[in-house]
């Protein structure tokens, strides 16, 4: 998945994305809204929730914690790689919620570290049908989506010299003069690699070592034009230090609030969607007030506010539609009004494979010297 990153590559909190570019702080007014309306809130207990920092609308606690009387309480973890250790160990035991990236939903079930959602105490029937049923998580059993993001490109087209529409073209783009040097892409093996596979034809999740190695290698060849594959700073595209990236649209999008003169894409044939989710940990101590917070969260109000927050957009079907007219380019928070669902794919870790990706991944970085 690609995380907002500053440039030194630690992580950058997504609050305050959408207002940093004109959204209204409508997170901010939750507190008065009448949550208990159509259910009546648990009044007591504890809830322990293992998040990213600061991936919660700070209004949108309060408005829970003051109709039932229970504040959350969040540990973060900084990479989907520290989750995973933690969750797989006897220390992940005392969790009740865990958003961890559909890259792992698969390896986490199993293992036996979650909980099978009872579809019964949640209602799902307002979510995107897009971020449901998808690879990783075939019908919902395990996880419901908190919120999403893509692999696309940002640009200079003056610099480029025309428009990227595929990744040939970011390739091709990469190798000219001007650009060249000035490229940044993805630390993550399979998000640098996979672009390859996907002009092959081949599908991320299921090739072998060989097929992987083979895309590694134009990956090899290219990495002398490439100046960073480390943490994206929107300063850096503003300036022209960086003039094509691989990225995901919130970064793009504060980018382009920077310098109009910018251009994002969602290159064919293939590209990525990230989903990060919700999910319960198997015998989690305190479940029923998990679902309670659930249900509260899927809430069509608090999904708008938290995309507010956050600058990604939550799973709610006709988000675009609800936001406020006020957001700037708003489309953009959707990757832009062309994306096609059916030509993105999420990866899935597989342990046969993952750590080869790892692996490509150091040897592409040590060939751009």
């Given at each position: 998945?690609?995380r907002?990153?500053?440039?030194?590559g630690?992580?950058?909190t997504?609050r305050?994305?959408?207002?940093?570019?004109?959204?209204?702080?409508?997170?901010?007014?939750?507190?008065?809204?009448?949550?208990?309306a159509?259910?009546?809130?648990?009044?007591?207990?504890?809830?322990?929730?293992?998040?990213?920092?600061?991936?919660?609308?700070?209004?949108d606690?309060?408005?829970?914690?003051?109709?039932?009387?229970?504040?959350?309480?969040?540990?973060?973890?900084?990479?989907?790689d520290?989750?995973?250790?933690?969750?797989?160990?006897?220390a992940?035991?005392?969790?009740?919620?865990?958003?961890?990236?559909?890259?792992?939903?698969?390896q986490?079930?199993?293992k036996?570290?979650?909980?099978?959602?009872?579809?019964?105490?949640?209602?799902?029937?307002?979510?995107?049908?897009h971020?449901?049923?998808?690879?990783?998580?075939?019908?919902?059993?395990?996880?419901?989506?908190?919120?999403?993001?893509?692999?696309?490109?940002?640009?200079?087209?003056?610099?480029?010299?025309g428009?990227?529409?595929?990744?040939?073209?970011?390739?091709?783009a990469?190798?000219?003069?001007?650009?060249?040097?000035?490229?940044?892409?993805?630390?993550?093996?399979?998000?640098?690699?996979g672009?390859e596979?996907?002009?092959?034809?081949?599908?991320?999740?299921?090739?072998?070592?060989?097929?992987?190695?083979?895309?590694?290698e134009?990956?090899?060849?290219?990495?002398?034009?490439?100046?960073?594959?480390?943490?994206?700073?929107?300063?850096?595209?503003?300036?022209?230090?960086?003039?094509?990236?691989?990225?995901?649209?919130?970064?793009?999008?504060?980018?382009?609030?920077?310098?109009?003169?910018l251009?994002?894409?969602v290159?064919?044939?293939?590209?990525?969607?990230?989903?990060?989710?919700?999910?319960?940990?198997?015998?989690?101590?305190?479940?029923?007030?998990?679902?309670?917070?659930?249900?509260?969260?899927?809430?069509p109000?608090?999904?708008?506010?938290?995309?507010?927050?956050?600058?990604?957009?939550?799973?709610?079907?006709?988000?675009?539609?609800?936001?406020?007219?006020?957001?700037?380019?708003?489309?953009?928070?959707?990757?832009?009004?062309?994306?096609?669902?059916?030509k993105?794919?999420?990866?899935?870790?597989?342990?046969?494979?993952v750590?080869?990706?790892?692996?490509?991944?150091t040897?592409?970085?040590?060939?751009?010297?």
């Open positions: 998945m690609t907002i990153l500053c440039s030194n630690s992580s950058l997504r305050s994305m959408l207002g940093l570019l004109g959204a209204a702080p409508a997170a901010a007014s939750l507190t008065s809204i009448g949550l208990g159509s259910r009546a809130w648990a009044a007591t207990g504890q809830l322990n929730i293992y998040s990213w920092p600061d991936y919660f609308s700070t209004a606690l309060d408005a829970y914690a003051k109709k039932t009387g229970v504040t959350p309480n969040i540990s973060t973890y900084d990479s989907d520290t989750m995973f250790a933690k969750v797989n160990s006897p992940g035991s005392g969790f009740d919620i865990v958003i961890p990236g559909s890259s792992w939903i698969k986490l079930a199993a036996g570290l979650l909980e099978e959602i009872d579809h019964s105490k949640l209602d799902l029937g307002s979510l995107d049908p971020l449901l049923n998808r690879d990783y998580d075939p019908g919902n059993k395990y996880s419901i989506p908190k919120d999403w993001g893509l692999l696309g490109v940002i640009y200079n087209p003056e610099a480029v010299g428009e990227i529409k595929t990744w040939e073209d970011f390739f091709q990469g190798e000219k003069p001007g650009v060249s040097g000035k490229i940044r892409m993805s630390d993550s093996g399979w998000e640098t690699i672009p596979l996907w002009l092959e034809g081949k599908d991320w999740n299921t090739v072998g070592e060989a097929d992987i190695r083979k895309a590694a134009r990956l090899k060849s290219f990495a002398k034009h490439v100046k960073s594959f480390s943490g994206l700073d929107v300063n850096s595209l503003a300036n022209g230090a960086i003039v094509l990236a691989q990225t995901n649209q919130a970064k793009a999008r504060a980018a382009i609030g920077l310098n109009p003169k251009k994002w894409v290159p064919g044939p293939m590209s990525e969607l990230w989903v990060d989710n919700y999910v319960l940990i198997k015998d989690a101590p305190n479940l029923e007030q998990a679902y309670d917070f659930l249900a509260f969260q899927l809430r109000e608090i999904q708008l506010a938290e995309t507010e927050y956050i600058g990604f957009p939550a799973p709610l079907a006709g988000l675009r539609e609800k936001l406020g007219a006020d957001v700037k380019d708003a489309d953009l928070i959707f990757g832009g009004k062309d994306v096609d669902f059916s993105l794919t999420s990866f899935v870790v597989n342990p046969e494979t750590g080869f990706y790892s692996q490509l991944q040897e592409i970085q040590a060939a751009a010297g």
